[in-house]
């Protein structure tokens, strides 16, 4: 007898990772699938940080690290902090942790008790939504569309609020918008955040240096948040280094260590090797990473191109990270024979088996009426795939 426990039964799927698999399996068929589903830059980690590595696996760094990560990282890691976005977090207030997604996971679970509300602007990155949930929190949306560019206004931030939220959840450059808050922008959700001490700030920043039209601001700049908000980063999008499972956060001295604490009862230290590599790439030239991002630039320039001339579609122009979220609610109740599109999760799969481009639906992002694209993929698959799409939208009547 199988036997599953409640919490595992209250998880989704990643649809990210679900779209991957599906076209996986589409293209082992020998269909030439165009994938535009995940969120993974499609450059080789810099060569210096490789060289890293390797000078780690020579130097025997083979053994159980530090929970929090080694001292010479986290001050690394700190140094950082002071010089690219002038907040202090001194190295005891850093834990580094296996990805991103870990160090949200280890603040979720620190601070949330059943029954506690975690305010989440929609549209979020797909985990936010199941990492409350594997903490017993009750995550509360606050609705953006594109006609407000996707940002939550400090009025709607205050109308949520009540006695019983913890903690605040946003990701800025945004996935899966590519929306960026500007300093004034941050400072109207600050000034609200101040009246609310209850409330802890979580600033997903992982797409800190992907940006196209202005400097990266954080929250945590202003002194009234600044000793209740988490700075949450990695290497997986800045530095192309996905699969080597690094991520890190500035918080609270009290909340490092709470991390830390869960961290050693999950994982332990994450990977010593990838660890030595990470202080490189701390430490080192940011140059590989600012051509990455003047691709990235070039490519977001042609989607907009190419996507405003398809009839029916919003979209807020990304000015960071590497995403486009259209929205397709023109296309609902539109027929191709005998398929009918009732939503974006529809069309998501219409664009899959009829123009052999792999996406996500908005669903998964919290707003139904989107459809979100990565365009971490050459200007010549994304002409290609924006004319598939684009042929295929055509076909609906």
């Given at each position: 007898m199988q036997h599953l426990s409640n919490l595992v039964r209250s998880l989704s799927e990643s649809e990210t990772l679900k779209m991957a698999k599906i076209s996986r399996e589409l293209a082992s068929q020998g269909l030439d699938i165009i994938n535009l589903n995940l969120g993974e830059p499609d450059f080789d980690v810099p060569a210096h940080i490789q060289a890293a590595a390797k000078q780690a696996i020579d130097d025997n760094f083979s053994h159980y690290p530090p929970v929090a990560g080694y001292p010479e990282l986290r001050k690394a890691i700190s140094e950082k902090f002071k010089r690219e976005n002038n907040v202090d977090f001194a190295p005891d207030q850093v834990v580094v942790s296996t990805g991103a997604k870990q160090s949200?996971?280890?603040?979720?679970?620190?601070?949330?008790?059943?029954?506690?509300?975690?305010?989440?602007?929609?549209?979020?990155?797909?985990?936010?939504?199941?990492?409350?949930?594997?903490?017993?929190?009750?995550?509360?949306?606050?609705?953006?569309?594109?006609?407000?560019?996707?940002?939550?206004?400090?009025?709607?931030?205050?109308?949520?609020?009540?006695?019983?939220?913890?903690?605040?959840?946003?990701?800025?450059?945004?996935?899966?918008?590519?929306?960026?808050?500007?300093?004034?922008?941050?400072?109207?959700?600050?000034?609200?955040?101040?009246?609310?001490?209850?409330?802890?700030?979580?600033?997903?920043e992982i797409y800190e240096h992907i940006q196209f039209a202005r400097k990266h601001e954080t929250i945590a700049q202003f002194p009234e948040v600044k000793d209740r908000t988490v700075i949450v980063n990695g290497l997986s999008k800045s530095f192309a280094m996905t699969g080597w499972r690094i991520g890190y956060i500035g918080a609270p001295k009290w909340i490092a260590e709470a991390c830390e604490k869960i961290q050693g009862q999950i994982t332990s230290g994450t990977s010593s090797v990838m660890q030595r590599a990470a202080i490189t790439a701390i430490n080192g030239d940011l140059e590989p990473t600012l051509k990455m991002c003047a691709v990235f630039k070039k490519r977001m320039e042609l989607m907009v191109e190419l996507f405003s001339k398809i009839p029916g579609v919003k979209f807020a122009i990304p000015e960071g990270a590497f995403y486009i979220f259209p929205d397709v609610s023109h296309y609902f109740g539109k027929r191709n024979g005998d398929t009918r599109i009732a939503n974006a999760s529809d069309l998501a799969m219409y664009l899959l088996y009829q123009a052999h481009v792999s996406l996500v639906a908005g669903d998964a992002f919290g707003d139904p009426n989107c459809i979100r694209i990565a365009f971490s993929i050459s200007e010549e698959k994304i002409a290609i795939a924006v004319e598939r799409i684009r042929k295929a939208l055509s076909e609906l009547k």
């Open positions: 949200i996971a280890n603040v979720v679970l620190s601070l949330i008790n059943p029954g506690d509300e975690v305010l989440v602007p929609t549209p979020f990155w797909v985990s936010y939504k199941d990492i409350i949930t594997l903490a017993g929190g009750i995550p509360v949306y606050i609705k953006t569309t594109v006609a407000t560019d996707f940002k939550v206004k400090p009025e709607q931030l205050e109308q949520a609020i009540t006695e019983r939220s913890r903690l605040f959840m946003f990701s800025s450059p945004s996935n899966p918008t590519g929306v960026v808050y500007t300093k004034e922008e941050l400072q109207g959700l600050a000034t609200v955040f101040a009246r609310h001490p209850q409330i802890t700030i979580l600033s997903d």
